[in-house]
């Protein structure tokens, strides 16, 4: 018995969702696989793509472009969140997957497909976001994961591709695995699998090495609408084209490398390098301009939940109950961050050095001031003191009589 009749795979191109084509239908009796590939802006041309996956037996291979909505409704909302999981990645790849999980189950519906499939394998966190997710929109679609069951290596997948037309990789070269979109890129495997072997500088290519950075340094404004970063140097731009240039001026100047041991959610810790120039910068401008325009007690809760919402997307809880309640407060929370911040950028660093707000700003001049122009209340902290340390002096009074 067929697991599903007719199956939307996410496709990528590479070897492993090429195999998983011929593998549906010979293996697990699929009648049909459409395939979808997704333009996230990696750069990657799609046609020969959609090619590739005909050539491997799909009845129709489909590519969308999702860029702006990828931008939009992921990117964005992460900016707003600051999110960095571990205090550090700021979530390029798992934002990608909720959007094309969605996608999937839009067009199985459109196609009538009773399943879903792709190509992760079974030590990921992406096969934990797709499958929450596809669970999540359509429970009644079945998920099929090959490459989670199959239990061939490496050379098996590719001879069993040459089996069924699929050609093998042409350059046998990278020992990597990579993955790209206009967030950034996420690479792992081959000799970063030792986490105490420093990275060869070939792995990188949105960002240069600190010493190839141009001595002089660059300055750049960056303009936020409640929360969502609009504009550079005051030219309004549309969050695709925002992102692209922040991506190609940070990258220039050697900032956005990352290179951490991460907690996976299926329990082990692995070892990845990110290059995610634009987004780090983004989120950096974007903190800059919070500590201006948001209340304090806001600014404290909302670093917790910060928190809390990047383990949420990383885990693949995007369509959770917990991340839409997150998302009322940080949308709430977003109202009073407008304004810009100036950021400089030099040798590896993006470093905060204006932040202003015409309307929102909660920076006031004539309390903050030593000069002359000096309104706030001298006299009125003794009183302030002696309430808010009086616990203080109480409990160590006793504790020293107690000894
Ligand atoms: N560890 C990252 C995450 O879970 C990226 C995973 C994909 N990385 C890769 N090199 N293929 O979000």
């Known amino acids: 018995m067929a697991r599903a009749k007719k199956v939307v795979l996410a496709y990528s191109g590479g070897v492993d969702t090429s195999v998983c084509i011929p593998y549906l239908i010979n293996e697990w009796g699929v009648e049909e696989v459409i395939t979808f590939a997704a333009d996230l802006g990696q750069g990657d041309e799609l046609e020969p793509i959609r090619l590739k996956a005909l050539a491997a037996g799909a009845s129709q291979s489909l590519v969308g472009d999702l860029v702006e909505p990828f931008i939009e409704g992921f990117a964005f909302p992460a900016i707003r969140a600051n999110a960095l999981y571990q205090g550090r990645y700021p979530l390029s790849t798992a ?58 290596s490496r050379e098996e997948t590719i001879a069993y591709g040459e089996c069924h037309g699929i050609p093998s990789p042409v350059s046998k070269g990278s020992p990597y695995s990579i993955d790209l979109n206009l967030l950034g890129r996420s ?17 990188y290519a ?11 340094p660059e300055t750049v404004t960056i303009g936020f609408e ?34 951490m041991v991460e907690d996976r959610v299926v329990g082990i810790k692995s070892r990845e390098i ?32 910060e928190m809390q919402w990047a383990d949420l997307v990383y885990q693949g809880l995007w369509f959770g109950a917990l991340k839409d309640a997150i998302d009322g407060f940080m949308d709430r929370s977003q109202q ?8 400089k950028l030099h040798k590896g660093n993006a470093t905060a050095v204006g932040r202003s707000s015409a309307t929102d700003s909660l920076y006031v001049p004539d309390m903050a001031t030593y000069g002359a122009e000096d309104r706030f209340d ?17 409990s160590a009074a006793v504790r020293r009589r107690g000894g």
């Open 336 to 343: 009073t961050v407008n304004g810009s911040v100036r950021m």
């Open 206 to 216: 949105l960002t240069v090495a600190v010493d190839q950075a141009p001595d002089a």
């Open 187 to 203: 690479i792992e495997a081959g000799p970063l699998e030792d986490p105490d072997v420093e990275p060869p500088e070939e792995v």
């Open 274 to 305: 990110y290059e995610t120039p634009g987004l780090l910068l983004l989120i950096r401008a974007h903190q800059e301009l919070e500590s201006l325009t948001v209340s304090a007690d806001v600014l404290r809760t909302k670093r917790q939940l």
């Open 95 to 152: 934002l990608a997957r909720p959007l094309i999980a969605e996608r999937l189950v839009a067009i199985a519906r459109e196609v009538g497909a009773d399943g879903v499939a792709h190509g992760c394998t079974g030590k990921g966190n992406d096969q934990v976001r797709f499958d929450v997710a596809i669970g999540a929109l359509a429970p009644d679609l079945t998920v099929l994961t090959p490459a989670r069951e199959w239990g061939m």
């Open 378 to 394: 001298h006299r009125a902290a003794e009183g302030f003191i002696y309430v808010w340390g009086l616990p203080t002096r109480l």
């Open 226 to 259: 409640r929360g969502n970063p609009v504009s550079l140097d005051g030219e309004r731009l549309d969050p695709v084209s925002l992102v692209r240039r922040a991506n190609a001026l940070a990258g220039r100047h050697g900032f956005g490398r990352l290179d």
